[in-house]
Nanobody
Framework: HLVESGGGLVQPGGSLRLSCAAS????????MGWYRRTPGKQRELVAT???????GYANSVKGRFTISRDNAKNTAYLQMNSLKPEDTAVYYC??????????????WGQGTQVTVSS
């Protein structure tokens, strides 16, 4: 239901944009966002965006990352600027979706690796 793209290798100070496209039986999408996971660390909520346009960011990425959404395409984007080595992680998008049958569930993307290194 969710397909991620946009990860890769970038030098410190560089930028990447992640995309997360939802498909399937979608009546509405409440919230979308990203978590990231680094080996040996807990999963961290990076950014969220709800249907009302309210955003939330981890303190570690505020001012550098921006989450946005194209409702017509059921796609969310995470623009990541001024990347640091500590941003290296696998990024997972999620979406809280109300389907055409009236059921609401959380869905997850397959994960995309972001590596920040010189």
């Amino acid at each position: 239901h969710l397909v991620e793209s946009g990860g890769g290798l970038v030098q410190p100070g560089g930028s990447l944009r992640l995309s997360c496209a939802a498909s399937g039986s979608i009546f509405s999408i409440n919230s979308m966002g990203w978590y990231r996971r680094t080996p040996g660390k807990q999963r961290e909520l990076v950014a969220t965006l709800n249907s009302g346009g309210t955003t939330g960011y981890a303190n570690s990425v505020k001012g550098r990352f921006t989450i946005s959404r194209d409702n017509a395409k059921n796609t969310a984007y995470l623009q990541m600027n001024s990347l640091k080595p500590e941003d290296t992680a696998v990024y997972y998008c999620y979406a809280n979706i109300l389907n055409g049958m009236g059921y609401r569930n959380d869905y997850w993307g397959q994960g995309t690796q972001v590596t920040v290194s010189s």
